[in-house]
């Protein structure tokens, strides 16, 4: 019973986000998909979760509900204003401008994986010895005990991720330089043993790409070449992702699991430890509802934490726990999708207002790109997008990673927009 209304339910909000969106690819499409799967792999019972409660399938689809209604606010309120005015081209970066900073910033990534794998090199000597203690590194990362040795300055090689995306698009050519931002964020993410940035990364090069491609379906130069930086970047990313976790994680036995789930254990995509990723994170949810005991020392101190985190350097706030506690359900784990995050920061508050405001500004910036197109509109529609996707995780707010390359991108093209605008007065002059 459940399965079959998670599957009707999915579909209608696929359909509704048709109407609203005019096509069948968009944000609540790909929020559905990503949920559907979720929720359908919690449900067959590959592994014997605990029970969901009802109250949390009423947060999990009433959430649905006012991210929809937030969707279509969004549409209602940029039909209605009157002060867009079209564009022929908002851009600020050249060519030659924009390759400079896919440059610098993979550059500054790869010197951050550096000092991270130069950190691993002193503590455990070899190549061999890092990886063999893939799972000690990353409960080290997660309890502090071992911290980036330049803190946040690595964050900023999604902002170059989004840019090679932007030229690929914006230019149609291939340039290696164009891997740089990606390759630094894997290399960062292994030498943590982890995947979520690369995750994201891959979701934000998709996802800017696909801004664009909508406006060159007929060019099949430009399908061709970024169908192939695409389907490099996707390798890159699943085998690093694939790496990570048969060390992290070397054990792919799970007590009490399908058979039919136990005999994934030797699968490069599809195994266990995959099928736990995807599945857990609503059982997660359930638990933290169920014993409702998790206390946040400030008002969104999960979904903001990297804000919360920079006022603790400062010395203005305690210090916040980035890793939220986990669960067992049966199995161990601390991710709960972005709900759970809303939920112990704003209560049923959250679950109203977030989801709300996330399906009005994702909606928003889906139509203002289109009369304004420029490189902050665009990297607003990817950045709430990619809440989107990642919202069986984690509240993507949280990160470091994607926050400080939101305001490298915003200060990049202010500082550009200004020296254009200076030059275009003083020819007229």
């Known amino acids: 019973m459940e399965i079959t209304f998670s599957i009707i339910f999915f579909l209608i909000v696929v359909l509704v986000s048709r ?25 067959i019972g590959l592994i014997h979760y605990h029970n969901m409660l009802f109250e949390t399938w009423v947060i999990i689809y009433s959430s649905t509900l006012f991210l929809v209604f937030g969707s279509i606010i969004g549409k209602i309120v940029i039909e209605r204003s009157t002060n867009l005015r079209k564009q022929t081209t908002g851009y600020s970066l050249d060519r030659n401008t924009l390759l400079f900073y896919i440059f610098f910033l993979g550059i500054i990534g790869l010197f951050s994986a550096y000092l991270q794998w130069n950190q691993l090199f002193q ?50 050519k291939i340039n290696i330089i164009l891997l740089f931002p990606i390759i630094a964020v894997i290399l960062r993410d292994m030498a943590a043993f982890g995947r979520v940035n690369i995750l994201i990364s891959i979701a934000f090069f998709a996802t800017t790409l696909f801004v664009s491609y909508k406006k060159q379906l007929k060019d099949k130069g430009f399908i061709l070449k970024s169908s192939l930086i695409a389907i490099l970047i996707l390798v890159l990313g699943i085998a690093s992702t694939s790496l990570t976790r048969t060390f992290r994680a070397p054990t792919e036995d799970y007590k009490g699991a399908d058979k039919s789930l136990v005999q994934t254990k030797e699968s490069i995509i599809i ?28 008002p969104g101190e999960y979904s903001f934490n990297f804000i919360y985190s920079l006022l603790a350097k400062l010395s203005l706030v305690n210090p916040p726990t980035f890793y939220q506690p986990g669960y067992n359900t049966p199995y161990w784990s601390n991710t709960g999708t972005y709900l759970r995050d809303l939920y112990c920061d704003f209560g049923v508050l959250g679950i109203i207002l977030g989801p709300l405001m996330l399906g009005f500004m994702v909606t928003y910036m889906w139509f203002y790109v289109k009369v304004n197109e420029n490189e902050i509109s665009v990297f607003l529609l990817s950045y709430f997008w990619n809440i989107i996707i990642m919202s069986f995780l ?36």
């Open 19 to 43: 109407l609203i969106f005019n096509q069948i690819l968009n944000p609540l499409s790909t929020f559905s998909l990503i949920w559907a799967v979720v929720i359908l792999t919690n449900l």
């Open 123 to 172: 503590r455990y000597g070899t190549i061999s010895n890092i990886f063999l203690h893939g799972g000690e590194i990353y409960k080290l990362r997660v309890t502090g005990e071992l911290v980036e040795v330049i803190p946040y300055i690595g964050s900023i090689s999604l902002g170059g991720v989004f840019l090679s995306a932007l030229y690929l698009a914006k230019f149609k």
């Open 271 to 298: 195994s266990p430890s995959v099928y736990f990723y995807l599945s857990s994170q609503v059982s997660v949810l359930n638990e933290t509802i169920r014993y409702d005991s998790e206390k946040v020392q400030y």
């Open 394 to 429: 984690i509240m993507n707010t949280r990160s470091a990673f994607v926050t400080i390359s939101l305001f490298v991108i915003i200060g990049i093209t202010l500082v550009h927009r200004s020296i254009n605008a200076r030059r275009y007065y003083a020819n007229e002059k």
